[in-house]
């Protein structure tokens, strides 16, 4: 850190550090069920074409449940502030998560994902609202990439642990142990989080820095809550929200298929999938704090924050189109494939970054967990659909022919394109990022 950082204070990385923690449970709890699959289909007897349409329910059931939190999370963390709204979710779905453990077939899943999704459509706008109250817009994308790289850590510790704790111990410890480091997470954030307004430990310097943007005069926390109906009347918030449905699938197919694409096309075991999903989601990071480091430095040269933001995203887009070849370099070596999926995981987290970030540029801060919210909803919908066309019956369909390596390759196209399109809706709807009056 230069002098000029040091002077200022550096007390909200501390609070990017408690978001981005939140993030890693966050994604842990939900992304443990993707390496317990063989250890499911075992317990409850699964045919593999009944493993694909059970498996694709219980995603299906998280994806819905999802999407309806989202409908109230963003509007409720609005209400009660940051600090209060993040607590419940956290808690509540670090308790949905040790409830799979009670579980004794699909049935059961369905009920503990409903919880889970419902509970985890807090995290991000509650983990937005905090970058807005404590980052200036221009350190915002750099917040934002930071915390939402424990999406990736999230993904990381799961393939390394989940299948050594359920061969060891049983797969319901796995949900059991996860679960448990919500509440670890709970006594820190009571611990350390206050709005910079009321937080001691802030320096004046640090405070002042916080509120600086010439853009934006600084809100006094409020409770009005804008509704829904006047949201929706803004062009941003459109662009934020179809931005979400195209590209937001991508990232939960990834997360959910990954370990049972590498199973089929490579005929790995559930052990043998640790390094390859691993390596993926560390270079996934990469991306995540890259992709927010890369607007600063152009916001830094004196570009225009909303230029900067679409000159990035744009090259995240064209980043992600190598997939497309993943499976014919994986005839040649399984791990060309790998580093090929892992640079469209850096490229989504990287874009990621940035259009939550738009968020913040074009509303002000009482509306930011809402408008998080509604994309949220909308990114959810994006999986829905995308479950019920391909998954349920794609997926399905080429299992039974014995060529699901066809299916995967549809799939992947759809990820290669999604971002190009996103980018330009986006682009269309709001060319200059205005930020809206309310």
Same mark, same amino acid.
């Given at each position: 850190?230069?002098?000029?950082?040091?002077?200022?204070?550096?007390?909200?990385?501390?609070?990017?550090?408690?978001? /981005?923690?939140?993030?890693?449970?966050?994604?842990?709890?939900?992304?443990?069920?993707?390496?317990?699959?063989?250890?499911? #289909?075992? #317990?409850?007897?699964?045919?593999?074409?009944?493993?694909?349409?059970?498996?694709?329910?219980?995603?299906?059931?998280? =994806?819905?449940?999802?999407?309806?939190?989202? *409908?109230?999370?963003?509007?409720?963390?609005? =209400?009660?502030?940051?600090?209060?709204? !993040?607590?419940?979710?956290?808690?509540?779905?670090?308790?949905? @998560?040790?409830?799979?453990?009670?579980?004794?077939?699909?049935?059961?899943?369905?009920?503990?994902?409903?919880?889970?999704?419902?509970?985890?459509?807090?995290?991000?706008?509650?983990?937005?609202? #905090?970058?807005?109250?404590?980052?200036?817009?221009?350190?915002?994308? *750099?917040? $934002?990439?930071?915390?939402?790289?424990?999406?990736?850590?999230?993904?990381?510790?799961?393939?390394?642990?989940?299948?050594?704790?359920?061969?060891? !111990?049983?797969?319901?410890?796995?949900?059991? %142990?996860?679960?448990?480091?919500?509440?670890?997470?709970?006594?820190?954030?009571?611990?350390?989080?206050?709005?910079?307004?009321?937080?001691?430990? *802030?320096?004046?310097?640090?405070?002042?820095?916080? $509120?600086?943007?010439?853009?934006?005069?600084?809100?006094?926390?409020?409770?009005?809550?804008?509704?829904?109906? =006047?949201?929706?009347?803004?062009?941003?918030?459109?662009?934020?929200?179809?931005?979400?449905? %195209?590209?937001?699938?991508?990232?939960?197919?990834?997360?959910?298929?990954?370990?049972?694409? %590498?199973?089929?096309? !490579?005929?790995?075991?559930?052990?043998?999938?640790?390094?390859?999903?691993? +390596?993926? !989601?560390?270079?996934?990071?990469?991306?995540?704090?890259?992709?927010?480091?890369?607007?600063?430095? +152009?916001?830094?040269?004196?570009?225009?924050?909303?230029? @900067?933001?679409?000159?990035?995203?744009?090259?995240?887009?064209?980043?992600?189109?190598?997939?497309?070849?993943?499976?014919?370099?994986?005839?040649?070596?399984?791990?060309?494939?790998?580093?090929?999926?892992?640079?469209?995981?850096? #490229?989504?987290?990287?874009?990621?970054?940035?259009? /939550?970030? $738009?968020?913040?540029?074009?509303?002000?801060?009482? @509306?930011?967990?809402?408008? $998080?919210?509604?994309?949220?909803?909308?990114?959810? *919908?994006?999986?829905?659909?995308?479950?019920?066309?391909?998954? =349920?019956?794609?997926?399905?369909?080429?299992?039974?022919?014995?060529?699901?390596?066809?299916?995967?390759?549809?799939?992947?196209?759809?990820?290669?394109?999604?971002? +190009?399109?996103?980018?330009?809706?986006?682009?269309?709807?709001?060319?200059?990022?205005?930020?809206?009056? %309310?």
């Amino acid at each position: 850190m230069n002098q000029a950082n040091a002077a200022i204070g550096k007390y909200r990385w501390t609070i990017c550090s408690l978001v /981005f923690f939140a993030t890693t449970v966050n994604y842990l709890d939900r992304n443990v069920i993707s390496y317990l699959r063989p250890f499911l #289909a075992e #317990a409850f007897h699964w045919t593999p074409e009944q493993e694909v349409i059970d498996y694709s329910n219980i995603e299906l059931a998280f =994806k819905i449940a999802y999407a309806l939190g989202m *409908l109230v999370a963003g509007g409720i963390i609005d =209400k009660l502030g940051t600090k209060l709204g !993040y607590a419940i979710a956290t808690g509540l779905w670090s308790l949905a @998560a040790i409830g799979h453990a009670l579980a004794t077939g699909t049935g059961g899943f369905l009920i503990a994902r409903v919880f889970l999704g419902i509970t985890e459509a807090g995290n991000f706008p509650a983990a937005i609202k #905090a970058t807005a109250e404590w980052f200036p817009q221009k350190e915002r994308a *750099l917040a $934002t990439g930071i915390f939402n790289s424990g999406s990736n850590i999230g993904a990381i510790i799961v393939p390394l642990t989940v299948p050594f704790i359920a061969e060891k !111990y049983g797969w319901q410890w796995a949900f059991i %142990l996860t679960g448990i480091i919500g509440f670890v997470w709970l006594v820190l954030w009571f611990l350390f989080y206050e709005v910079p307004q009321k937080q001691k430990r *802030l320096s004046q310097a640090e405070l002042e820095y916080i $509120t600086s943007d010439k853009i934006e005069e600084v809100e006094e926390e409020s409770k009005e809550k804008v509704s829904w109906i =006047k949201l929706l009347s803004f062009r941003q918030t459109w662009a934020f929200a179809i931005g979400k449905l %195209l590209t937001d699938p991508v990232w939960w197919f990834y997360l959910f298929w990954l370990p049972d694409f %590498l199973m089929k096309e !490579y005929k790995l075991t559930a052990t043998e999938i640790i390094w390859p999903c691993a +390596l993926v !989601y560390m270079i996934g990071s990469v991306g995540s704090i890259g992709g927010g480091w890369l607007p600063l430095k +152009l916001i830094n040269n004196n570009w225009p924050a909303y230029k @900067a933001r679409k000159t990035s995203m744009l090259i995240y887009a064209f980043a992600v189109l190598p997939v497309l070849f993943s499976q014919y370099l994986g005839t040649i070596n399984m791990w060309f494939a790998i580093l090929v999926i892992g640079l469209a995981v850096s #490229a989504h987290q990287a874009w990621s970054a940035n259009i /939550f970030t $738009t968020v913040s540029d074009m509303f002000p801060k009482k @509306a930011t967990a809402s408008v $998080t919210g509604m994309g949220g909803m909308f990114g959810a *919908l994006g999986g829905i659909l995308l479950t019920l066309v391909v998954q =349920k019956n794609m997926f399905v369909y080429y299992t039974k022919l014995g060529k699901i390596e066809t299916g995967y390759f549809i799939m992947f196209c759809i990820c290669g394109a999604s971002y +190009l399109l996103a980018w330009l809706i986006m682009h269309i709807l709001v060319p200059r990022m205005k930020k809206v009056e %309310l």
